[in-house]
């Protein structure tokens, strides 16, 4: 069966300090894979998908950046963070079209 | 690009009557609409999902209802229990392979 790793679960970090987030798939092959953020109390913002190796489509511009590296790994980065780059960090995959959406179990990261 | 609108944003029932959550949608292209439960500090999962080709579909007390001329859905949950709790997030999905959730709706089940 397929299952979602993310990592990791919680992070406090200081403003202007790098960040890399990891996402890993397995038990599939060629699974779309997306990154969302979530703030507080609030809805899922699409950050990045990837349909593929090196296929990175950016939804909302700002200091970060997606790459995938691997069929089945996804990372998050950022050179400095924001104050405003706080939230709860979900990674997610589908496979096809009608593909539903399995969350990882997300990382809360908190920017002070 | 899609556009979905939830409604309400937040929700109060008595325990064992029924909830429906509504949510409208703008590409007349999007193909699939699943709903998700999210839990205080967890991840979001997959209650149910519909497809276009699809007008309903139940699974024990949740029901997903889908207008596509009117590009609306709905979920209904009927009986409300106690762990119904937590906030719903309906999504529809786009050719462009991305889900656009709603702004989501948080339902509290009174005992």
């Known amino acids: 069966s397929q299952t979602i790793h993310q990592w990791p679960a919680t992070l406090v970090q200081p403003v202007g300090s790098p960040l890399s987030l990891e996402c890993t798939v397995e038990?599939?092959?060629?699974?779309?894979l997306y990154w969302y953020r979530q703030a507080a109390g609030r809805g899922l913002q699409l950050l990045f998908y990837s349909v593929g190796i090196g296929q990175i489509s950016s939804e909302v511009p700002q200091n970060l950046s997606a790459s995938r590296p691997q069929d089945r790994q996804f990372i998050l980065s950022s050179k400095k963070l924001l104050l405003s780059d706080s939230g709860f960090y979900l990674c997610a995959w589908s496979a096809g079209e009608y593909g539903g959406y399995t969350f990882g179990s997300g990382t809360r990261l908190t920017v002070v | 690009g899609e556009n979905v609108e939830q409604h309400p944003s937040t929700l109060s029932v008595q325990e064992g009557d029924s909830a429906v959550i509504k949510c409208t949608y703008s590409?007349?292209?999007?193909?699939?609409f699943p709903w998700y439960k999210q839990e205080l500090g967890k991840r979001p999962q997959l209650i149910i999902d519909?497809?276009?080709?699809?007008g309903e579909k139940k699974d024990q007390r949740i029901a997903v209802t889908l207008n596509k001329t009117a590009k609306h859905f709905s979920l209904h949950i009927t009986e409300t229990q106690p762990e119904d709790s937590a906030v719903y997030f309906c999504a529809a999905r786009t050719g462009a392979q991305k889900l656009v959730f709603g702004q989501g709706t948080r339902l509290t089940i009174n005992p």
């Open positions: 519909i497809r276009s080709n699809v």
């Open positions: 038990g599939t092959s060629n699974p779309n």
């Open positions: 590409d007349s292209a999007s193909n699939y």
